[in-house]
Antibody, heavy 119, light 113 residues
Framework: LQLQESGPGLVKPSETLSLTCTVS??????????WGWIRQPPGKGLEWIGN???????YYNPSLKSRVTISVDTSKNQFSLKLSSVTAADTAVYYC????????????WGQGTLVTVSS | QSALIQPASVSGSPGQSITISCTGT?????????VSWYQQHPDKAPKLMIF???RRPPGVSNRFSGSKSGNTASLTISGLQAEDEADYFC?????????????FGGGTILTVL
């Protein structure tokens, strides 16, 4: 199973960050897994953004909930992240990962993509 | 400030053992056996090393082991090798309504002297 993030590396302040994670060599509809997004600001620790089940159920970090949308396209074996009203504080490496539903571990992870918020 | 507290750095010589701690609360580390550990080499994706506090995924060396006491989980690496030099992060399920389902530590840089 492999995951690969894609999307713009530069986003302007107040705009919406959009990333897609493509799952290969496996099905996004497999159970018992969630599909999640995690980010890592430069020089800092990891932060869980949220996840979803292939059926469409979503779970978000309360600190980001008002700005985050995670969605799935099972026909393309992809899931996506949208983060609205971004600021410089949202500059980070964004990872997608498969999350075990009942035990909350992440494996595998995508390679990560750096998104910089700047005008 | 990360929800789980880890030392910023640890070091050891080849062949030695080191332990990295991960301190949380009764709402995460102390309340559930859902602690996991990840290894991250520079500019690489994190790799799962330990899950469910003590379990190793297939392919991970048995030099890596996990444990937990109260609100503190630990990752021990025995027989240190140069290739173990990396960042290590802990993670736990959290029942906190303000932190979300999953919390991470700030990471620990392991240096093999």
């Amino acid at each position: 199973l492999q995951l690969q993030e894609s999307g713009p590396g530069l986003v302007k302040p107040s705009e919406t960050l959009s990333l897609t994670c493509t799952v290969s060599s496996g099905s996004i509809s497999s159970s018992p897994y969630y599909w999640g997004w995690i980010r890592q600001p430069p020089g800092k620790g990891l932060e869980w953004i949220g996840n979803l089940y292939y059926s469409g159920s979503t779970y978000y970090n309360p600190s980001l909930k008002s700005r985050v949308t995670i969605s799935v396209d099972t026909s393309k074996n992809q899931f996506s992240l949208k983060l609205s009203s971004v600021t410089a504080a949202d500059t980070a490496v964004y990872y997608c990962a498969r999350q075990q539903r009942d035990h909350f571990w992440f494996d595998p992870w995508g390679q990560g993509t750096l998104v910089t918020v700047s005008s | 400030q990360s929800a789980l507290i880890q030392p910023a750095s640890v070091s050891g010589s080849p062949g030695q053992s080191i332990t990295i701690s991960c301190t949380g609360t009764s709402s995460d580390v102390g309340g559930y056996n859902y602690v996991s550990w990840y290894q991250q080499h520079p500019d690489k994706a994190p790799k799962l090393m330990i899950f469910d506090v003590t379990r190793r995924p297939p392919g991970v060396s048995n030099r890596f082991s996990g444990s937990k006491s109260g609100n503190t989980a630990s990752l021990t690496i025995s027989g240190l090798q140069a290739e173990d030099e990396a960042d290590y992060f802990c993670s736990s399920y959290s029942s906190s309504t303000t932190l979300g389902d999953v919390v991470f530590g700030g990471g620990t840089i392991l240096t093999v002297l």
